[in-house]
């Protein structure tokens, strides 16, 4: 008995349609099984990295009301928490910068030039921070508190374990590679009712990968760079808000490093 033609031309449709799909499924396989080891060992030195910066919370030195930083011949780590600044904040960390020597912490004297740098730079951005923080009012203050620092209040204060920061919501990271010589960043905001924003810069022997990203309650970025010259890397996340028309930073974390290893 001959099949009506309709029915037989929607069988060989279904055909058709099936082989297509299991071809779509095999490439897809196949794709998947290729994956790229480059991408794997930038991957694997992400993770490290992540894993690896949270131990080194424990460096971090409380130097003047809500600044904490880490300091070495080949790194610099700052973190700060705005809100928290006080008229002695300020005062403080200078007397802090002048009583370090960076030729003593380093013998190089190119390695010393630039960690001049970065603690120079530091110093401005906190400048700008003191000064968002100071145009506004004691009402103004007080929102900056109830609508924006109270919800990121961190609950785990483990003084023994790391520094007892009050907002824990900015991290960054940056240091060498692992698999071989290079450099590595990563930045993290996680602050809630905040505008956070990511930046992540590695360098290695004239050439740049970078990543940046931004978003209302989180942002993340990473970057790898293998070489065995001219290393260098830097991380920086922060959290800001808007209060009465201001822009206020009310956490920042940021990380530079120097070295290929």
């Avoid at 290729?34 to 460096?59: F, G, H, Y």
């Avoid at 790391?162 to 450099?183: D, E, I, K, N, V």
């Avoid at 602050?191 to 930046?199: D, G, K, L, P, Q």
Wanted: glycine share 6%; with cysteine; net charge negative.
């Amino acid at each position: 008995m001959r099949k009506p033609k309709a029915l037989a031309a929607l069988m060989l449709l279904a055909t058709g349609i099936s082989m297509l799909l299991v071809s779509c499924q095999s490439s897809k396989d196949l794709s998947l099984g290729a994956a790229n080891p480059d991408d794997l060992a930038k991957e694997q030195e992400i993770q490290e990295m992540v894993a690896k910066s949270a131990t080194q919370d424990a460096r971090m030195q409380n130097v003047a009301p809500a600044i904490w930083i880490d300091v070495r011949a080949d790194s610099v780590r700052i973190h700060t928490e705005p809100p928290f600044f006080t008229d002695r904040t300020l005062p403080q960390f200078e007397d802090f910068l002048s009583t370090l020597n960076v030729n003593e912490i380093t013998r190089d004297g190119h390695a010393a030039e630039w960690l001049q740098g970065q603690l120079n730079n530091a110093l401005d951005n906190i400048k700008l921070e003191w000064e968002g923080i100071e145009r506004l009012s004691a009402a103004q203050k007080q929102e900056l508190f109830d609508r924006y620092v109270q919800p990121n209040l961190s609950l785990d204060q483990n003084a023994s374990v790391g520094p007892a920061y009050l907002l824990s919501c900015t991290r960054a990271s940056a240091m060498s590679t692992t698999a071989g010589p290079g450099a590595k960043a990563y930045a993290k905001g996680s602050c809630e009712n905040a505008f956070n924003s990511s930046y992540a810069r590695a360098m290695a022997e004239g050439s740049v990968d970078s990543e940046r990203d931004s978003g209302q309650n989180g942002s993340y970025a990473a970057a790898v760079k293998y070489g065995k010259w001219s290393c260098s890397s830097y991380g920086s996340a922060s959290a800001s808000v808007t209060v009465s028309g201001f822009p206020v930073t009310i956490s920042s974390d940021s990380a530079s490093h120097n070295g290929c290893n």
